[in-house]
C-alpha cells in the first residue's frame, strides 16, 4: 500500500483556522518524513504542503510482518557469528593433537582470522555504497560457506587457517550490515539491538554443546559441516528476504522514510572515509569494541584450556564455555531494564567493574566449579554493553554517515575476537596458560578507561 500526500487546501472562512489546519497538516508531514514547502497564501485562503518526491509503503498489517521478518534473518545472520565464534575454544586442544602444533602455532588460526575481520571492516563502506546493502549481505555469508567448506575435511593446517581468514571476512561484512541494520531502525532500537546480540549469544552459547562433542570423535571436523549447514539456510534467507536491495529500499518496504539527513546529495557521499576517520568517537567507539570482543571471545575459547590444564578439567570443560555464552545471552535480554534503570553511559561502568571483581575470583580461588560459575556471571555482565555501545552511537554519531560508522566500529572491533586470542596464545607458548586471566583483568581495565573518553551521547535531530 503505496501513500501519496498530494497539495493540501485549507477551505475556511476563519484565516486563524486555516492556519492552525496547514501547521496540523505540515506537523503530520514531517512527522511522516515528507518534505514540506511554503507558498504565498490568496487572500489567506489556502496553504499548501508539497507532495513528497518519493512514495513508500506506510505502517500496515504486511509491512509490520515484513519487519519482523527482515529483523529475525539479521538475527539469523548473528547466530551464525555467535556460533563460529565459539566453535574454536573447545576444538582448540584436538586441533593441537592432530596437527602437532604449540600454543604460538594454532593461534595463526586467530590471526588469518583477525586478517579477515580487517579487510572486511575497510572494504564494507566501499562496497556497500557501491552493491548495496543486501548484496553485501549476501557475499559475506557466501564467504563463510567457502570457509566451511575448506576447513570441514581437516586439510594441512595451511588451509585449514585460510579457511578462517575468509570465514572473518564474510562475519565481518554481516556484523557491519546487520548492525548497521538494526540502529537504523526508528522503533524501539535499543531493545532490538539488545535482543539482535542476544541471537548472537545464543550461537556462541549453542555451539561449545555441538563442538565439544566432535572434539572427542574421530571426524572432529565435521564440526565445520554443521557450521556449513547453518551457513547456507543463511544464505538463502538473506537472497529470499533482502533480495539483494539497498538499506533504504528495505527500509521502504516495512514503512519506514529514509531520513532526510541519510539522503545522499553528492557532499555526503564526496570523500566518506575521510569524513569518518575524522571523528574521534568512531575511533574511541572502534577501540572500546575490539577490547571488548576480544576479551569476550578469548575468555569464552581460552578458558577451556585454562580450566583443563590448571584447574583439572576433563574434556567436558567444553561446557564452561557454553556456560559464559549463556550468561551473555541472558545479560542481553534480562538486564534491559536495568540499563533504563540506571542510564546507558552509567551501566557500562557498573558492568566493566563487577566483571572484573569477578575475573580476580577466577583467578584466584583455585576451584573448577566456583571458577565456571563465576565464568558464567562474567557473560552476564559483559553481555548488554555491545548492543548499548552500538545504540550510543547511533545517537551521537552525524545520520549521514551512521551506516559507515558503525559498520567500521562493527567490522574493526571484531578483530578483537582475532588479536586478543593471539595474544593470549603466544603469551601462553611462553609463561603458560596461566597468563590468561592477568592479561583479561588488564583488558577489561582498559575497556573502563576507554569509555570514559567516550563523549556522553546527546540523542541526534533526524
Known amino acids: 500500500m503505496d501513500i501519496e500526500l498530494s497539495t493540501i487546501h485549507a477551505r475556511s472562512p476563519h484565516p486563524q483556522d486555516a492556519t492552525l489546519t496547514s501547521m496540523a497538516a505540515a506537523d503530520h508531514a514531517k512527522g511522516a518524513g515528507y518534505r514540506i514547502e511554503s507558498h504565498p497564501a490568496e487572500g489567506s485562503q489556502s496553504t499548501h504542503v508539497a507532495s513528497p518526491q518519493t512514495t513508500f509503503a506506510a505502517s500496515t498489517p504486511a509491512s509490520r510482518r515484513k519487519a519482523r521478518i527482515q529483523f529475525a534473518t539479521v538475527c539469523w545472520a548473528l547466530f551464525l557469528a555467535g556460533w563460529n565464534d565459539a566453535s574454536t575454544g573447545p576444538l582448540l586442544p584436538r586441533i593441537q593433537s592432530v596437527y602437532h602444533v604449540g600454543f604460538a602455532v594454532v593461534s595463526l588460526i586467530f590471526v588469518f582470522n583477525c586478517v579477515g575481520f580487517v579487510t572486511g571492516a575497510a572494504a564494507n563502506v566501499w562496497l556497500t555504497d557501491r552493491l548495496g546493502f543486501g548484496t553485501v549481505m549476501v557475499i559475506g555469508s557466501l564467504s563463510q560457506i567457502v570457509g566451511y567448506a575448506l576447513e570441514a575435511p581437516a586439510p594441512p593446517f595451511p588451509i585449514f587457517v585460510l579457511g578462517y581468514a575468509i570465514n572473518g571476512f564474510g562475519l565481518s561484512l554481516q556484523n557491519a550490515g546487520a548492525n548497521s541494520f538494526v540502529a537504523s531502525l526508528k522503533e524501539n532500537t535499543s531493545t532490538k539491538l539488545g535482543i539482535l546480540h542476544a541471537m548472537y549469544g545464543t550461537g556462541a552459547f549453542a555451539s561449545p554443546l555441538v563442538a565439544t562433542q566432535f572434539s572427542q570423535m574421530s571426524h572432529w571436523s565435521f564440526h565445520y559441516l554443521v557450521s556449513l549447514g547453518i551457513a547456507l539456510f543463511n544464505t538463502a534467507s538473506l537472497v529470499a528476504v533482502f533480495r539483494f536491495k539497498a538499506q533504504d ?98 551501566a557500562i561502568f557498573i558492568y566493566g567493574i563487577l566483571a572484573i571483581a569477578l575475573e580476580l575470583v577466577i583467578w584466584l580461588v583455585p576451584s573448577l566449579v566456583g571458577g565456571g560459575i563465576a565464568v558464567a556471571f562474567v557473560g552476564v555482565l559483559l553481555g548488554p554493553i555491545y548492543p548499548i555501545v552500538m545504540n550510543q552511537a547511533g545517537l551521537v554519531l552525524p545520520p549521514w554517515l551512521l551506516s559507515g560508522c558503525i559498520g567500521w566500529i562493527a567490522g574493526f572491533g571484531q578483530a578483537g575476537s582475532a588479536f586478543l586470542p593471539f595474544l593470549t596464545g603466544a603469551l601462553a607458548a611462553k609463561v603458560g596458560i596461566k597468563s590468561l586471566q592477568p592479561l583479561l583483568v588488564s583488558m577489561m581495565g582498559l575497556m573502563v578507561m576507554l569509555w570514559a573518553l567516550v563523549p556522553s551521547s546527546q540523542r541526534r535531530e533526524d
Open 249 to 346: 529500499a528495505c527500509l521502504e518496504e516495512i514503512g519506514q522514510a529514509p531520513s532526510q539527513d541519510n539522503t545522499d546529495d553528492g557532499t555526503h557521499n564526496s570523500n566518506k572515509y575521510k569524513q569518518i576517520f575524522r571523528l574521534r568517537t568512531v575511533h574511541l567507539m572502534a577501540f572500546f569494541i575490539l577490547i571488548y570482543v576480544g576479551v569476550e571471545v578469548t575468555l569464552g575459547g581460552w578458558i577451556v584450556t585454562y580450566a583443563i590444564q590448571l584447574r583439572g578439567g576433563g574434556p567436558s570443560s567444553g561446557y564452561i564455555s557454553s556456560g559464559f555464552f549463556g550468561g551473555l545471552t541472558l545479560g542481553r535480554v534480562g538486564l534491559l531494564w536495568v540499563n533504563q534503570k540506571v542510564g546507558e553511559r552509567r
